[in-house]
C-alpha cells in the first residue's frame, strides 16, 4: 500500500518509512518524520509537527483475532473504538475503495478530544493474514 493522497507531485523531496519487517512502505515528504509516540502498536507512524498532520497504520493479525472478525465485523469494530474515544462524534457514510485489488472502506470521523477538535479520515482494508487500519 502506497499512500501518498495530498502530497505535491512536484514536490521532489519524497522519502519511504517502512514497517520493521519491510512489507509495508509510505511515501511522504521530508517534511513527515516517523513519529513513535503516535501509537505503541503502529506498523507505521508518521508526524508532520508543523502542520499538526498525523498518519498511522495499524495491523491486527487474523491468526491472533481467532477468526472472531470478518471483515465488515472488523469495519465495525474500527469505527466505534474510535467513535468512544470522542465526544461530539460524528462520523461520514463509508466509501467502498479497492487498493491494490483488495476491497477496502474509508470513512472519516469528527469530534473533541479533551475539548480539541479533531478529523480522522479513516481507511481499513485486508490481507489474507491481516486487517489494517490507515488513519491520517
Known amino acids: 500500500y502506497q499512500a501518498t493522497h495530498g502530497f505535491s507531485k512536484s514536490n521532489n523531496f519524497l522519502e519511504k518509512s517502512f514497517n520493521k519487517d519491510k512489507t509495508m512502505q509510505i511515501i511522504a515528504p521530508t517534511s513527515w518524520s516517523e513519529n513513535a509516540s503516535l501509537h505503541p502498536d503502529a506498523s507505521i507512524a508518521l508526524s508532520n509537527n508543523f502542520a499538526d498532520k ?65 478529523s480522522y479520515l479513516v481507511t481499513v482494508t485486508e490481507s489474507p493474514t491481516h486487517f489494517y487500519q490507515i488513519i491520517a
Open 54 to 118: 498525523h498518519l498511522l497504520i495499524l495491523a491486527d493479525s487474523k491468526e491472533e483475532l481467532d477468526g472472531s472478525f470478518d471483515y465488515p465485523q472488523y469495519v465495525d469494530f474500527v469505527e466505534s473504538n474510535l467513535f468512544s474515544e470522542l465526544t461530539d462524534a460524528s462520523v461520514s457514510k463509508h466509501v467502498q475503495l479497492t487498493i491494490d485489488g483488495r476491497l477496502s472502506t474509508q470513512f472519516t470521523m469528527q469530534g473533541k478530544v479533551d475539548g480539541q477538535s479533531i
